[in-house]
């Protein structure tokens, strides 16, 4: 018998809404945009963590060759169409 081993991250759930959930307005593009700032200088000044290096398949500068995989599963779009 295969035994296939899963790795399962749990969280905590932190009360609030989603970005979806909140009214699209300027004010707050430029919130959000700050804390990013902040959370982007503040990883950058830590330590050198080998997770922070990853490659992810949603990453816009490396993203190509996923959608390129997967283009092929999106019924009725051809890859002249992305």
Known sequence: MSRTVHAVRCLRWLPGKLM???PQ????HSS???LMGRV???LALGPALPALNR???WHCH??????QR???QVQGLSPGQA
Do not use: C, D, F
């Not at 307005?25 to 707050?28: E, L, M, Q, T």
């Open 20 to 22: 979806a959930q909140v």
């Open 70 to 72: 997967l283009m092929p």
């Open 62 to 67: 490396t993203s190509l060759p996923t959608v």
């Open 55 to 57: 490659q992810h398949a």
């Open 32 to 34: 959000l945009g700050r």
């Open 40 to 42: 982007s200088s503040t």
């Open 25 to 28: 307005v300027p004010s707050v």
